[in-house]
């Protein structure tokens, strides 16, 4: 099976531009969720959804926001770009987001606001 | 809330030598715990995972971790190092009784194999 794919993989804005990144999950599963990465802050729980709706939403501003359509594939948006925002964006993929089920990551979309 | 705590930035060890790296956690309940390595611009792959059942976990590339419940730990092994097991190793719990599927991380260990 494909990985989980996210795109593009690398971007530049500027501050108060929006963005909206893209994820496509393994075939066949329908969690998808995302985290950001930086070297302050390390790795932080964005959010999760499956069947098309957010599930779990971790402590970022309204800026952030997301959704997942029928195929499962999520979409990220931040509007209002800051210079904070530059970060390692990661999306994680698992079958139902169930129990103990692996997360499996792609390679994430790595954002420069300048 | 859950938490968890990797107390090493940085572990050196020479190839062919076994290595550690150590990871406590906090959870309300009982824990599933995941370790994942990251190689430079590149997204987090999976080692393995405690779910239940036999205390040593083993994955791939021949690590295995071991869950010792009164010690709250799930420290990450290898019996022998490789140059190319260099990389940032990252700790990870999601408490049971939580709904969804949110991991918490610890901050990271960059692991320095040297020939």
């Known amino acids: 099976k494909a990985g989980v794919t996210q795109t593009p993989r690398y971007l530049i804005k500027t501050r108060g531009q929006q963005v909206t990144l893209s994820c496509s999950p393994i075939s066949g599963h329908r969690s998808v969720s995302w985290y950001q990465q930086t070297p302050g802050q390390g790795l932080q729980f964005l959010f999760e959804?499956?069947?098309?709706?957010?599930?779990n939403k971790g402590n970022f501003p309204g800026r952030f926001s997301g959704r997942q359509f029928s195929n499962s594939r999520s979409e990220m948006n931040v509007s209002t770009l800051e210079l904070g925002d530059s970060a390692l964006y990661l999306c994680?993929?698992?079958?139902?987001?169930?129990?103990?089920?692996?997360?499996?990551f792609g390679p994430g979309t790595r954002l420069l606001v300048l | 809330a859950q938490s968890v705590a990797q107390p090493e930035d940085q572990v050196n060890v020479a190839e062919g030598n076994p290595l550690t790296v150590k990871c406590t956690y906090s959870?309300?309940?009982?824990?599933?715990l995941f370790w994942y390595v990251q190689y430079p611009n590149r997204g987090l792959q999976f080692l393995l995972k405690y779910i239940t059942g036999d205390n040593l976990v083993k994955g791939s590339y021949g690590f295995e971790a071991e869950f010792n419940k009164s010690q709250t730990s799930f420290h990450l092994k290898k019996p022998s190092a490789l140059v190319s097991d260099s990389a940032l190793y990252f700790c990870?719990?999601?408490?049971?009784?939580?709904?969804?599927?949110?991991?918490?991380f610890g901050g990271g260990t960059r692991l320095m194999v040297k020939p």
């Open positions: 959870v309300s309940g009982n824990p599933y």
């Open positions: 990870a719990v999601r408490d049971r009784g939580n709904a969804g599927n949110m991991l918490t």
């Open positions: 959804y499956f069947s098309e709706t957010q599930r």
């Open positions: 994680a993929s698992s079958y139902l987001g169930q129990r103990g089920e692996t997360q499996y």
